[in-house]
């Protein structure tokens, strides 16, 4: 089971160097190696115990679920309280943290990842999108008393969706987690399943017990910041993130975006607004709207993720970079069009949003580069050092003007990269036929980590 690069770096460990193509030795002095490894599996082997005994071992265990528990009710008690949320809806964060830790356990539990469903892996990442996407709604959308408590543990419902549900592929699983919901906010939250999201079934009648729902009911939930296209300009308040009652109004909302949108683009498109598109546009627009938020689109060509994805910015305000790929375009093109995209983010401060699809894929090294962006916001190395001290010194200003005493170059880098990582949305449009798809999630974990899947 030997690995060609560790019986490399082992030689090095062993003779302190390596032979050259010159049959010269050359000895490495004073070199310290750190490493870090995640448990075998998953795709990932073991690594021989030949190499690992060179290293003093320090292993970090998975953090204690009251642990866990405590750091996230902490950042939602904070946010409620100090935007001014009522009492009942300030009381619910503990409840919240602990059914999303029930979801989030029971996942990595069941939801295991095979050959077909190799997306289904799960992390903390997860669990801080659902409070990241509780903490999008705002005091002023939230009532007093019952009707505020209903409505906070519908928008967590909501959120579990968009999170853990989103990325199901098949009725199975897609059961599995409404049975787990149907058990959860009776057991945590005192309120039944089927009372609580009665209001997507437009057939109820007040009084009547209410009928027991299935997948199909909540394609109808949901929540987003779009249905007051006049807010949310440069001198308009922000938009409120709330529940949609009216479906047929958002249908409509949608297609006077789109009638927007087409009449500023270059490029109209000729879409037909129904329910399947307005699910993802509004699902799009939920992950752009947070910062640091990424898409990982899977679908076959054609069923709409490129042009939904643009409908999703333009109602963001966002503009959409896609690059273009030609014959003579090589490594050295991509990487002037990556410059050009994180100037435009971190540098200037323009959100945007880079479109990316795996028919652009030219290179595998592409998507090891996209992978560094979403990890860390940039690509190691990728700006030689005259670039680079103009980068510096474009931000510069805007840190001086956000009140932050940033002096080394190193601490204005990182706050260029930091730049980077909120303003930049990386939307990565994947079919899941064939092996190319299962091979790039396993070899550029961040393209599962730090995305939210959406499986058209």
Same mark, same amino acid.
């Given at each position: 089971?030997?690995?060609?690069?560790?019986?490399?770096?082992?030689?090095?460990? +062993?003779?302190?160097?390596?032979?050259?193509?010159?049959?010269?030795?050359?000895?490495?002095?004073?070199?310290?190696?750190?490493?870090?490894?995640?448990?075998?599996?998953?795709?990932?082997?073991?690594?021989?115990?030949?190499?690992?005994?060179?290293?003093?071992? &320090?292993?970090?265990?998975?953090?204690?679920?009251?642990?866990?528990?405590?750091?996230?009710?902490?950042?939602?008690?904070?946010?409620?309280?100090?935007?001014?949320?009522?009492?009942?809806?300030?009381?619910?964060?503990?409840?919240?943290?602990?059914?999303?830790?029930?979801?989030?356990?029971?996942?990595?539990?069941? %939801?295991?990842?095979?050959?077909?469903?190799?997306?289904?892996?799960?992390?903390?990442? +997860?669990?801080?999108? &659902?409070?990241?996407?509780?903490?999008?709604?705002?005091?002023?959308?939230?009532?007093?008393?019952?009707?505020?408590?209903?409505?906070?543990?519908?928008?967590?419902?909501?959120?579990?969706?968009?999170?853990?549900?989103?990325?199901?592929?098949?009725?199975?699983?897609?059961?599995?987690? %409404?049975?787990?919901?149907?058990?959860?906010?009776?057991?945590?939250?005192?309120?039944?399943?089927?009372?609580?999201?009665?209001?997507?079934?437009?057939?109820?009648?007040?009084?009547?017990?209410?009928?027991?729902?299935?997948?199909?009911?909540?394609?109808?939930?949901?929540?987003?910041?779009?249905?007051?296209? +006049?807010?949310?300009?440069?001198?308009?308040?922000?938009?409120?993130?709330?529940?949609?009652?009216?479906?047929?109004? %958002?249908?409509?909302?949608?297609?006077?975006?789109?009638? +927007?949108?087409?009449?500023?683009?270059?490029?109209?498109?000729?879409?037909?607004?129904?329910?399947?598109?307005?699910?993802?546009?509004?699902?799009?627009?939920?992950?752009?709207?947070?910062?640091?938020?990424?898409?990982?689109?899977?679908?076959?060509?054609?069923?709409?993720?490129?042009?939904?994805?643009?409908?999703?910015?333009?109602?963001?305000?966002?503009?959409?970079?896609?690059?273009?790929?030609?014959?003579?375009?090589?490594?050295?093109?991509?990487?002037?069009?990556?410059?050009?995209?994180?100037?435009?983010?971190?540098?200037?401060?323009?959100?945007?949003?880079?479109?990316?699809?795996?028919?652009?894929?030219?290179?595998?090294?592409?998507?090891?580069?996209?992978?560094?962006?979403?990890?860390?916001?940039?690509?190691?190395?990728?700006?030689?050092?005259?670039?680079?001290?103009?980068?510096?010194?474009?931000?510069?200003?805007?840190?001086?003007?956000?009140?932050?005493?940033?002096?080394?170059?190193?601490?204005?880098?990182?706050?260029?990269?930091?730049?980077?990582?909120?303003?930049?949305?990386?939307?990565?449009?994947?079919?899941?036929?064939?092996?190319?798809?299962?091979?790039?999630?396993?070899?550029?974990?961040?393209?599962?980590?730090?995305?939210?899947?959406?499986?058209?």
């Amino acid at each position: 089971g030997a690995q060609p690069p560790i019986e490399l770096l082992r030689q090095f460990m +062993d003779y302190t160097g390596w032979y050259g193509r010159d049959n010269v030795f050359r000895n490495m002095v004073d070199v310290q190696m750190v490493a870090a490894m995640g448990p075998a599996g998953g795709g990932r082997n073991q690594v021989t115990g030949r190499y690992l005994r060179h290293f003093n071992l &320090v292993s970090i265990v998975d953090v204690a679920d009251n642990v866990l528990a405590g750091i996230f009710d902490s950042i939602l008690k904070w946010y409620l309280k100090d935007t001014g949320f009522v009492r009942e809806a300030q009381d619910m964060s503990g409840k919240i943290i602990e059914a999303t830790l029930q979801v989030y356990k029971n996942a990595m539990q069941s %939801l295991l990842p095979t050959p077909t469903k190799s997306h289904y892996v799960f992390n903390l990442r +997860d669990f801080a999108r &659902v409070v990241q996407g509780v903490m999008l709604t705002t005091a002023s959308s939230v009532p007093a008393g019952k009707p505020g408590k209903d409505l906070m543990c519908q928008l967590w419902v909501h959120e579990i969706l968009r999170v853990f549900y989103d990325r199901l592929v098949d009725e199975k699983d897609n059961n599995w987690m %409404l049975q787990l919901l149907k058990q959860l906010l009776p057991q945590v939250f005192d309120v039944e399943f089927d009372t609580l999201m009665q209001f997507v079934n437009k057939e109820h009648v007040e009084g009547e017990p209410p009928k027991e729902l299935e997948i199909g009911d909540l394609r109808k939930l949901f929540f987003g910041n779009y249905m007051d296209p +006049d807010l949310g300009g440069e001198d308009q308040p922000p938009r409120k993130y709330e529940r949609i009652l009216d479906i047929d109004a %958002l249908i409509g909302v949608m297609e006077d975006y789109l009638t +927007d949108y087409n009449g500023m683009s270059k490029r109209p498109m000729n879409l037909a607004m129904f329910l399947f598109a307005v699910e993802h546009v509004s699902r799009i627009s939920r992950i752009l709207n947070q910062p640091g938020g990424h898409l990982l689109l899977v679908g076959v060509g054609g069923s709409g993720r490129q042009s939904l994805t643009r409908l999703g910015a333009s109602i963001n305000m966002m503009q959409v970079i896609q690059v273009e790929i030609s014959k003579s375009y090589t490594v050295v093109e991509w990487r002037e069009d990556l410059k050009r995209i994180l100037r435009q983010s971190g540098g200037e401060g323009k959100p945007t949003v880079f479109l990316f699809s795996d028919t652009q894929i030219k290179d595998e090294g592409f998507v090891e580069d996209i992978n560094n962006i979403l990890n860390a916001g940039e690509v190691p190395n990728m700006f030689p050092n005259d670039e680079k001290a103009g980068v510096i010194e474009t931000v510069r200003p805007i840190a001086t003007k956000m009140g932050l005493q940033l002096e080394s170059q190193l601490e204005l880098w990182s706050f260029f990269t930091q730049r980077c990582k909120e303003i930049l949305h990386i939307a990565l449009c994947f079919s899941p036929i064939g092996a190319a798809f299962r091979d790039r999630l396993r070899q550029y974990p961040s393209l599962v980590n730090c995305c939210t899947i959406d499986w058209f």
